[in-house]
């Protein structure tokens, strides 16, 4: 909101521009902004890569040696069930959303200390910063998305049309990190210690999700408490949908839906309310 105010002692007008109200979500503003958002997108991207050796080969190479160390010691060791799949395949299926989340909520988190030059000089919706971080990870979800399709061919899983599914499971990976990414992106502003624990706690959060295992192997009493990991819903997805595994259990989907919706509008509620203080702290 923009408004005109005298100052005592020139009496000049001048213009304060702030927001219209900590709770306003201001999508019509932020779709004004849509061509600032898409430059910010491929920012991001073109900044990933640049003096890069093998460039977006780097999306594949880290899940793939992830892949491999995870089918030695689960599958080898530890002789973890992979439901009648491959478990290359199977772990790959898992890690092709979680890599794509685990690398948005990083960005996302430092999204507003690292353009903090940005956000001191000029005024535009704030948002649009963990918006456009976690966006630009959808360019490394489609390399790695082609890779696994290769993958599948390999191993006789040919995609059948529950692979029009995927985008659904997709944009709920979208939402859980940018729900997620919001609330700590604020809190890093104020406290940076978040940016550097992220990481380590990431990696709990992945043993803590159905990346290298099945849901099954949880026992029963505990799969609703499991299910409040939004992650359990979306690999349970993705799994569905492209490797033709009988439904799984839709209560897991139906509250990472819930978890993921209630965390974003608190979230946005949570970031409208502290942007006007960004610009005075980072």
Avoid: C
Wanted: net charge positive; aromatic share 14%.
């Amino acid at each position: 909101m923009i408004t005109a105010q005298a100052k005592s002692q020139t009496d000049q007008p001048f213009i304060r521009i702030e927001s219209s109200g900590p709770l306003a979500f201001r999508l019509k503003e932020l779709w004004d902004y849509r061509e600032l958002l898409f430059f910010l997108v491929w920012r991001d991207v073109k900044v990933r890569y640049k003096q890069t050796a093998i460039g977006a080969a780097w999306t594949v190479i880290q899940p793939l040696l992830t892949m491999a160390v995870f089918t030695v010691v689960f599958q080898k060791f530890a002789r973890m069930p992979s439901n009648g799949v491959p478990y290359p395949l199977f772990i790959f299926t898992a890690l092709l959303p979680w890599s794509y989340f685990s690398k948005a909520l990083n960005s996302g988190i430092q999204s507003l200390v690292g353009n903090a030059n940005l956000i001191t000089k000029v005024y535009f919706p704030r948002l649009l910063l963990p918006i456009s971080a976690i966006l630009s990870g959808l360019i490394d979800f489609a390399i790695s998305f082609l890779f696994l399709v290769g993958m599948m061919v390999w191993f006789g899983f040919m995609p059948g049309i529950r692979m029009l599914v995927v985008p659904l499971f997709l944009f709920l990976t979208v939402l859980t990190a940018l729900a997620i990414g919001l609330w700590l992106a604020v809190i890093n502003v104020r406290y940076r210690d978040v940016g550097q624990a992220i990481p380590f706690v990431v990696q709990l959060w992945l043993f803590a999700s159905p990346v290298a295992y099945p849901i099954s192997v949880v026992p029963e009493k505990w799969r609703l408490l499991y299910s409040l990991n939004p992650m359990t819903g979306v690999i349970e997805g993705f799994r569905w949908a492209l490797l033709g595994k009988p439904m799984p259990d839709i209560l897991p989907v139906i509250i990472s839906i819930v978890v993921v919706l209630a965390l974003l509008f608190a979230g946005i509620m949570f970031f409208r309310r502290m942007e006007e203080t960004f610009a005075d702290i980072v």
